[in-house]
Every structure is written in structure tokens, then in C-alpha cells.
């Protein structure tokens, strides 16, 4: 059996590992984003802004009570099969992780009535016709009407 050199082996062992990192893909890193839960903003009064965001899966959204009284909490019906629904405390930052495909409705508990919704699209939109049949307040309705709106506008 041949000996090595010592020059031989330190590059072997170089060339060793470094092949690993060479060969393997590097992982696409998850994006997260941020949403503001504020009193007032550009569409008025109880907003989540922006309040139409489109997302990848594995990718995150940190919802911020940038004023107060506000949670941010999916909609009953209104998030694919599969995903798991999600509920923040009054005053709290949360942070989801989405990772199933379609849309997912979001309200803010105690100002829902008052039509501070807002939409999280994650790829592609694969149950929007369930989202757009889920009933709620008048006012939250009108808003996820123009939401459903602007997404579909964008498709």
C-alpha cells in the first residue's frame, strides 16, 4: 500500500470535504413579512396593512399590533385543507409559518365586526372559491369582497 505525503493528504482531506458543500444544493432560505394591525390607515379605520400579501410556502408573516386592542387570528373555513389554524393574543406579535398551498382569511377578534380582515395567499390560491363562500360580519364581507377582488385581478 503506496504512503501518502503529508502535502497529498492535507489536499485529499481538503478535497474530502470540501465535495459535500460543492455537491449539495443550497436550501432556499423562507422569507418573513410583516403586517401592521393599526387603528387607523390608507383603507381606513381597523386595518391590516397591506391586507392583501402574497406569500411562499414555508414562508412567515409577523403580524404587529403597531396600536393596540388588536390580535391576529385565521377565519374559521377560510384556510386550505390541511393548514392549521392560528390565533394570536390581544397586543402580541405572532408570527406564522404558512405552509400549505391556498388562502388563508385573517381577522382581528375584536375589531372583525368593524371589517379588519385581511388575506395571506400562499402559492397558488387552490381553495378561493371555499374562502369567497365563508360568511362573517357586513363589513368584514365588503372587505374580503374587495380583497377577493384585487387578488383575482391579479391572477
Do not use: W
Request: negative net charge.
Amino acid at each position: 500500500m503506496p504512503t501518502l505525503s503529508r502535502r497529498q493528504f492535507v489536499v485529499g482531506t481538503i478535497a474530502v470535504l470540501a465535495a459535500p458543500s460543492v455537491m449539495t444544493p443550497i436550501a432556499a432560505s423562507a422569507a418573513e413579512f410583516e403586517v401592521q394591525m393599526l387603528n387607523k390607515g390608507e383603507a381606513g379605520a381597523m386595518v391590516f396593512e397591506p391586507a392583501l400579501i402574497r406569500v411562499a410556502a414555508g414562508d412567515s408573516i409577523k403580524f404587529v399590533p403597531t396600536d393596540k386592542s388588536h390580535n391576529a387570528e385565521s377565519v374559521r373555513g377560510m384556510i386550505p385543507e390541511g393548514a392549521e389554524p392560528f390565533k394570536g393574543a390581544i397586543n402580541k406579535e405572532v408570527v406564522v409559518t404558512f405552509t400549505e398551498p391556498g388562502v388563508y382569511g385573517v381577522k382581528c377578534l375584536p375589531h372583525f365586526a368593524m371589517g379588519m380582515v385581511a388575506l395571506v395567499v400562499v402559492d397558488d390560491p387552490v381553495n378561493l372559491e371555499e374562502a369567497k363562500a365563508v360568511s362573517g360580519p357586513p363589513k368584514a364581507k365588503e372587505r374580503f369582497a374587495a380583497l377577493f377582488a384585487e387578488l383575482e385581478a391579479s391572477l
